[in-house]
Every structure is written in structure tokens, then in C-alpha cells.
């Protein structure tokens, strides 16, 4: 690992307080760069995180906002630039699975998460941008699923919907930046062991839907979170530099989706 990849970067992750948030909180402290770690309602988690990475010599802060409410977002991204500086690179990371499809679903409940979801990535991007913009270069990573390009996962057809607003918004927002030297893309996770697939599942449940997974993988396995954040870490870097607008899966080749993207 490269501790000096980030060296001088600030970055802002939403929903670092846990699962992938938390890995690519950890990623990017480690390689060097300033994080803020964002967090709704898990103070503690986020606390938690922050410290540790403190005692290891790394410059972090926790920083409570919910990402569907735009002045939460506002005051947010002031307060990262008044304790880290302008953002360089944001990881709209913060969403939510509410499981529900055509013929069964809650309307309040979808709605709820279409705000975080989308909404979320929006306020936040826009709200980071024009920091981005004047030091003309910045980097957006947008955490997508492989469910907005298929079916993979019965049960998320309207998650999968959110999903797939967050790719014509990664598209549409890397076309506006991308003359003031900002990229923008999305990691699209397959199934990925985070307290988001195992909550209200029982232990042999969960692992029925490990092994499934794992039979439908090239890698055979499902994946973890350091996996997602080593990717978003990448299109955070320097090294994508000529990358924009695209969707990396990170799914250990699902065998049911080798078209996917
Ligand atoms: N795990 C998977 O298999 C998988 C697959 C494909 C895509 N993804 C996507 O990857 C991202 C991370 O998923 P995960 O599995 O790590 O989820 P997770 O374990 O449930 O963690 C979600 C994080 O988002 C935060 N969050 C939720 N609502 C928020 C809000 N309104 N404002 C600010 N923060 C909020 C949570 O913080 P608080 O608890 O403090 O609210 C938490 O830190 C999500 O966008 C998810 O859709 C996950």
C-alpha cells in the first residue's frame, strides 16, 4: 500500500460509519488522505473509527448528517472545508435496501429510500463540486449495485431502481464536470457481507445466500468490503485519471451476469 497516494487529498465519505463506508474510510486514510467519515445516526461506530485511525497517525473527523435533507449536506461539506479543506474527492457511499417490487411494496418506504439513495448523491455532489471545480480537479465515486443492470436479486426491483438513477446521475454529472478536470464514476458491488444483507436474516439464512453467491461467482466467494473500497480507492486516484463516466462491477465475475456493464 502506497501511504503517500493520498498525500494532501481531502476526502468526504457518506455513510462511513460501517461496511464499505467504513473500508474505504480506512483505505484512504491509510494511503494518506484528510477523511471526514459522514454518519446519520451511528455516532458511536463513527467515533469508533475515527479514533483508531487518529492513533495510527491518520487525519480524520466524524461528522453527522442525513444525506436526503440538503441543508444537512450544506452544512456538512462547510464544515469539512473549515476542519480539512476543500473537498478533492467525495464517495457517495450512504444508501439504503428496502426490499419491495412491483406487486409488493411500501410507498412511503420507497420513497424514504429513492431520498437517501438519490437525492443523497445529489445534494452531496453538488454541494462538493464547486470546491472541485475551482481548484479544477476533484473525483466522484458513486456506489451503484449490480442490481440496477439486471436482475440479480429478486425482491429490489424498486432498490434497483434507485440504483439505476445513480448511473444516468454519475453519467450526466461526469458530462457537466468533466471540462473542469473532475471524474466521475460508479462501483457497482455484488453481493458484499455488510450489516446491509445480513440484518433480519437469520445465521443459516445468511449462509445459504453466501453459497449461493458463491456458486454464481467465477471467484467463488461473495465479496467483503476492503474488495469494493480497493476499487473506489483506485477511481479516487491519480491512476484513473483518463476514466469517466464508467461503471466498474466488482462482483467476482457472477456467472450470471458476465454481460453486465
Ligand atoms: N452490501 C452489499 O451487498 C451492497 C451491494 C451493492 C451495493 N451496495 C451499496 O453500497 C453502499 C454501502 O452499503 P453497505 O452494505 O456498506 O451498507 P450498510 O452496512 O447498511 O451501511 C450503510 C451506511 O450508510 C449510512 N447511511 C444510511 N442512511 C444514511 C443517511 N440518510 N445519511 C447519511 N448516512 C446514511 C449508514 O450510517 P448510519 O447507520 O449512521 O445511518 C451506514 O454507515 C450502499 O450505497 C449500498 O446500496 C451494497
Not at 74 to 87: S, W
Not at 92 to 103: F, I, Q, Y
Not at 181 to 200: K, Q, R
Request: with cysteine; net charge negative.
Amino acid at each position: 500500500m502506497d501511504t503517500e497516494r493520498f498525500k494532501g487529498r481531502v476526502a468526504l465519505v457518506t455513510g462511513g460509519s460501517r461496511g464499505i463506508g467504513r473500508a474505504v474510510v480506512e483505505r484512504l486514510a491509510a494511503e494518506g488522505a484528510a477523511v471526514a467519515v459522514n454518519y446519520r445516526i451511528r455516532s458511536g461506530e463513527a467515533e469508533d473509527i475515527v479514533q483508531r485511525l487518529q492513533s495510527e497517525g491518520c487525519q480524520v473527523f466524524a461528522v453527522q448528517a442525513d444525506v436526503a435533507v440538503r441543508s444537512e449536506v450544506d452544512a456538512m461539506v462547510r464544515r469539512v472545508r473549515d476542519e480539512l479543506g476543500t473537498i478533492d474527492i467525495l464517495v457517495n457511499n450512504a444508501g439504503v435496501l428496502v426490499t419491495g417490487d412491483l406487486l409488493n411494496y411500501d410507498a412511503e418506504a420507497f420513497e424514504h429510500m429513492w431520498r437517501v439513495n438519490v437525492n443523497g448523491v445529489l445534494h452531496a455532489t453538488a454541494a462538493a463540486a464547486p470546491g472541485m471545480i475551482e481548484k479544477k480537479w476533484g473525483r466522484v465515486v458513486n456506489l451503484s449495485s449490480i442490481a440496477a443492470v439486471g436482475t440479480a436479486f429478486s425482491g429490489t426491483t424498486l432498490y434497483a431502481a434507485t440504483k439505476g438513477a445513480v448511473q444516468i446521475l454519475t453519467k450526466r454529472f461526469a458530462y457537466e464536470l468533466g471540462p473542469s478536470g473532475i471524474t466521475v464514476n460508479a462501483v457497482l458491488p455484488g453481493f458484499t457481507l455488510t450489516d446491509m444483507v445480513s440484518e433480519g436474516h437469520t445465521e443459516e439464512e445468511m449462509q445459504q445466500s453466501i453459497e449461493a453467491v458463491a456458486r454464481k461467482s467465477l471467484l467463488g466467494r461473495a465479496g467483503e468490503p476492503g474488495d469494493i473500497a480497493s476499487v473506489v480507492a483506485f477511481l479516487a486516484s491519480e491512476d484513473s485519471r483518463f476514466m469517466t463516466a464508467q461503471f466498474l462491477a466488482v462482483d467476482g465475475g457472477r456467472t450470471d451476469f458476465l454481460t453486465h456493464c
